[in-house]
């Protein structure tokens, strides 16, 4: 196994332990275990697992987290000026295989709303593309930049210049689009992303000595709040779940570059 991938598998178990419901699932067990020799620990330790749980799950608690992020990610409002030179676009996941497709790979949602909004943004100001995203970097798979393009030129009808498939996370989307956008002396760029990512992703690409314009997609705040939004669901826990991730990212950026 290479050290790569020795990495990457750190990483995804870091994240199960560390974000929830992973976190809370393994508090809950500790909080079993413990609950003979320590009672009160173990049913404070399960008990509250139990409630992030709950919170986390509803549309009224992804909120908490959800909100301050997106308030740092504003809408894009005069879209053709803002004297950027380029859009670059970051990929996000993929649907393998996809049969309708005839097993083609193929962006999942949360890329396709980010290449809904990069076809808009060119065709209202006729800048060059760049897409980036590598993926499992394995020689018989496209990247996710490659499967990006062919998304914008087949089912968007908006040209791609740029394809950069090679990185494997937001910060060498930031490095490797900047190393292929130098010789063509391109610094201002609107960046798309979906808006939760976008404080984090501006940081890295600003780091990497662009001069960023924030051209967020996909806000889940403001959503009308009412008794339904005490009521469980998949899609507040993931909600939660990407705040949170986006929250942790933060603080890692923050030490990484201050």
Known sequence: MSIDAVLIAVSDIAHAVILPPGS?????AIGLLVRRRLPVAGRVMTGGAILAL?????????????APLERLALP???????GAQAIVVLGAGRMRDAPEYAGRDIPDYVALARLRYAAHLQRATRLPILVTGGGELKADVPSLADSMATALREDFGVPVKWVEGRSRNTAENASMSAAMLAPEKVKRILL??????????????QQAGFDVV??????????TLSAMSLVPSAEA????WYAIYELVGIGWYWVRYR
Do not use: C, E, W
Request: charged letters at 15%.
């Open 237 to 240: 826990l993931r909600q939660s």
């Open 214 to 223: 924030s051209a967020p997609t996909m806000f889940f705040n403001g959503a």
């Open 76 to 82: 894009l409002r005069a879209i053709d000026k803002t």
């Open 192 to 205: 798309v992303t979906d808006a939760m990512h976008m404080p984090r992703a501006r940081t890295a690409f």
């Open 54 to 66: 709950y919170v986390l799950s509803t549309s009224l608690g992804a909120q908490l987290f959800v």
């Open 24 to 28: 809370l699932f393994l508090l809950m």
